[in-house]
């Protein structure tokens, strides 16, 4: 079976050299789509699921370790290519990770390949992504932003922007600062997931509210909250004592 692969790199000339030498020399590769952006890499991951990535570490924006921790989807063999690196060669060997090194030589191209396949193949039952953020160290990456598909495109969003968020159904509302409001197609506890951060609390099963954001906390029987936005937010009754704990 062929995998389904997809190149991610900033530089031009490499994306479309790397695309060359998979389509010269690995006949069990089939290039479906490349992204110039972590941005675009997100959004095509998420959209097309392949089964392998090519991934640049040194990109603008996010590199490709932050980049990992903004997919949705994640089941599928990663070789990070990189220019000379010194701690992440090392981690990569260390933990038996593919990498190519920039230029790439194609016996090595080959063998990575070789191995991705094969553990594709063996459909390990592990989550690759969270393996390799816990190897690469989620402490070295200070998440401040959250990647969403909004007008058709990835757009990084400042957690501090984030007033609330509300389910409806397998959508999500995310309220914004600037009397904004986007409606996606995510479930609140993939939204959940995707933020990550300790500054938003889940108040009820239907609303994931910003602890910066809020303005008061009327008592009650659960309780309510008046968000930034002048927008009111019940409190479930077995989530008011954490939260009250988390206000003061």
């Known amino acids: 079976m062929n ?3 997809i190149i991610i790199d900033d530089e031009l000339h490499s ?5 060359m030498l998979v389509q010269k020399n690995c006949p069990n590769i089939k290039i479906i789509s490349l992204a110039e952006s972590p941005e675009k890499g997100i959004e095509l991951i998420d959209s097309l699921r392949p089964d392998l990535v090519f991934l640049d570490i040194a990109m603008p924006v996010m590199n490709g370790f932050e980049m990992l921790q903004h997919v949705t989807y994640q089941d599928f063999e990663i070789i990070f290519t990189t220019a000379y690196d010194e701690y992440a060669i090392k981690a ?3 933990n038996a990770i593919d990498y190519l090194l920039k230029p790439i030589d194609v016996p090595e191209l080959c063998e990575a390949v070789k191995k991705a396949k094969n553990k ?3 459909n390990e039952d592990f989550n690759r992504i969270e393996e390799l953020l816990n190897i690469f ?3 070295g990456i200070k998440k401040e932003k959250v990647a969403l598909p909004i007008d058709g495109r990835i757009q990084m969003i400042p957690f501090s922007s984030i007033i609330y968020c509300e389910s409806e159904s397998n959508y999500t509302f995310i309220f914004l600062s600037g009397n904004k409001k986007v409606l996606l197609s995510k479930t609140l506890k993939e939204i959940e997931k995707s933020l990550d951060h300790p500054d ?3 108040v009820q099963n239907s609303y994931l509210v910003n602890l910066n954001h809020i303005k008061e906390y009327i008592r009650g029987e659960g309780g309510e909250l008046i968000m930034s936005n002048g927008d009111e937010v019940r409190v479930s009754r077995n989530k008011k004592e954490e939260l009250l704990q988390l206000l003061t």
């Open 92 to 94: 990569f060997k260390v």
């Open 120 to 122: 594709f193949d063996k």
């Open 200 to 202: 938003f609390f889940r």
């Open 3 to 5: 995998l389904k692969a």
């Open 137 to 139: 160290g989620k402490p």
């Open 15 to 19: 994306l479309h050299t790397t695309e």
